[in-house]
């Protein structure tokens, strides 16, 4: 699944709920906040996440800093580890 970085360009904002709410998330101008992923690029937003839990970043706002998933090597590496600990324990 990974997770998704993702720039504010523009002003201040609230995400997810209105400012007050228990459930907003207050992201300032040039803050990086992560998201689940996956990504989905289209061509005007950035869809993150899955099934209900699905959200559109637009372009024009938002920019992707970084998506973290891992790489086939890391993925590699991982299984080297484990064969040298002696397998799956």
């Known amino acids: 699944m990974g997770a998704v970085?993702?720039?504010?360009?523009?002003?201040a904002?609230?995400?997810y709920a209105p400012p007050g709410s228990p459930n907003s998330l207050?992201?300032?101008?040039?803050q990086?906040?992560?998201v689940a992923g996956p990504l989905e690029d289209t061509?005007?937003?950035y869809l993150c996440g899955e099934g209900g839990q699905r959200r559109?970043?637009?372009k024009?706002?938002?920019?992707?800093?970084?998506a973290?998933?891992?790489s086939r090597s890391s993925k590699k590496a991982a299984i080297e580890a484990a064969d040298e600990k002696g397998g799956d324990s």
């Open 13 to 15: 904002v609230h995400l």
């Open 32 to 34: 990086v906040i992560t």
């Open 56 to 58: 559109a970043f637009p």
């Open 5 to 11: 970085r993702l720039r504010n360009l523009g002003e």
């Open 68 to 70: 973290q998933t891992p």
């Open 43 to 45: 061509a005007d937003a």
């Open 60 to 66: 024009s706002r938002w920019a992707v800093e970084q």
């Open 26 to 30: 207050p992201v300032e101008a040039r």
